[in-house]
Structures are given as structure tokens and as C-alpha cells.
């Protein structure tokens, strides 16, 4: 999103990623460092609750979307992630 991308012009940027549920900090930044060959200074999680969805094709019954967890993984001055 915007507001995510937002974060990467800063002197330490950060990066967005969306995580499985049941991992933690440090699998998350070792998993960054070891993929992408940067030096990460923080990791923040957040676990963003799925939405209630009525369907019209099930008879209007109550549906959920799923649960999703987010990274905010911030790297050392200096370094980045390259895009494509």
C-alpha cells in the first residue's frame, strides 16, 4: 500500500511482509536476512483480524475471512531491499 511504501524512503527503511501465523521475531528476521542479504535492526508484528462477509451465492450466510499476520521488519542505516 501506500502507507507501507511510505516507510521505505526514510534513512532506516522499513518493509511490509505478510508472515504465517505461528512465527515469531526471530524466525522472521532470520528468514529476511537470509533472503534478501540485509542487516535487519527490528522486527514488529501485528495480527490483523479477518473481515465478516455475508455471501449472496451461499443463501446469505455469515462468512469470515481469515486472520492475517504482518511484519514490519526495519533495516540498518545504510541498507535496502531491492525491488522489482
Known sequence: TEKALAGTTK???EYHFEVA???NKREIRWA???AYGVKVA???TIVVKG???YSRMRGNRLGKRPDVKKA???LTEGQQIELL
Open 11 to 13: 534513512v532506516a527503511p
Open 21 to 23: 501465523k505461528d512465527s
Open 32 to 34: 529476511v536476512e537470509t
Open 42 to 44: 527490528g522486527v514488529s
Open 51 to 53: 473481515k465478516n462477509k
Open 72 to 74: 514490519i521488519v526495519t
